[in-house]
């Protein structure tokens, strides 16, 4: 398989090492880390994967300004953002929501890079897509809009990448579990399984919408994957597993019991899962070990990174 161009900036492989402590009475399991929030530190978690391919296309094509979107604390627009500062470009970000009194986590490292910020409501969100092309078309240099954290055919490579490096680094992997935020990473998953005609499972716990929403996203970022370059791979909508009922009281909010689960996994671990994606994900995922309902025995995790996002959420600590 020929990857297209892209850059490296993402630190690479990301270290798999086993939860040492944290599952120690569900035995029945080998639980792995794969700590893709190591893939570096302004430029950290799964987007940096992505964004290899991503701006790499964006450079490619000329583009000299770069916009894209998601939430006010959003990982991916706070990686974009040092992504495009690196290569010497400018950056757009379309937040939703309003601007906080005090400027904390990603927020806090955008506004330091002094990257343009167009704070749109949730309302506006909509159509947030409409949004950024019509930003670049008024700038004065080549623009190149980047969807909510990536997800597209093109980000789709980084995970399949993963994939490959994960199986690299332990062939004996049977299952991988992520957080689905916007898709992409367990798009570029099931897409590197399949180009692999590997029997690993690929799950994801969401920590918004429901599981019809990301059978429906992911699939079709896997479509539009196999047309832009030419693939054909065959796989059922029912092959897209996303274990739902975890995205507590919404998108981005969390209450005593995922904070309580973030220091549990911190106290045990020494290690911080976010409270936006990887705590929830994490809660599924131990939730649906007690159950036994996680195929295979040896699993990988993928720490998809977020922690600069859990400063926003001090007063729950
Ligand atoms: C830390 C973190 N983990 C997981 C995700 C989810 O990944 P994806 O958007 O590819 O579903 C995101 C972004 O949405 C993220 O920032």
Known sequence: ???????????????????????????????????????????????????DFLMKEAWEKGARHIITCGGIQSNHCRATAFYATKLGMKTTLVLRGEMPRNMTGNLLLNRL?????????????????????????????????????????????????AFKEIMEQDSSVDTIVSASGSGGTHAGLLLGKLLSDSPVQILSVNVCDDEAYFVKKIDSIMQRFCSRYNYSLLWERKDIRILDGFVGSGYAQIGRKEATFIKRFAHSEGIVLDPVYTAKAMLGFEYNLKNGTIPGKKIAFIHTGGIYGTFAFSEMF
Not at 115 to 126: P, Q, S
Not at 127 to 154: C, D, K, T
Request: no cysteine; net charge neutral.
């Open 113 to 161: 890079l002094g990257v343009d910020i167009k704070l749109v409501t949730k309302e506006e969100y909509k159509r947030v897509g409409e949004i950024m092309e019509s930003i670049a078309a008024q700038l004065p240099e080549p623009a190149y809009v980047i969807p909510e954290g990536g997800s597209n055919e093109v980000g789709a490579w980084g995970y399949i990448r």
């Open 1 to 51: 398989m020929e990857y297209p161009a892209h850059f490296n900036e993402a630190h690479l492989p990301t270290p798999l090492i086993p939860v040492r402590h944290f599952f120690k009475k569900i035995n029945k399991y080998e639980i792995y880390l794969k700590r893709d929030d190591f893939t570096g530190v302004e430029l950290s978690g799964n987007k940096v994967r992505k964004l």
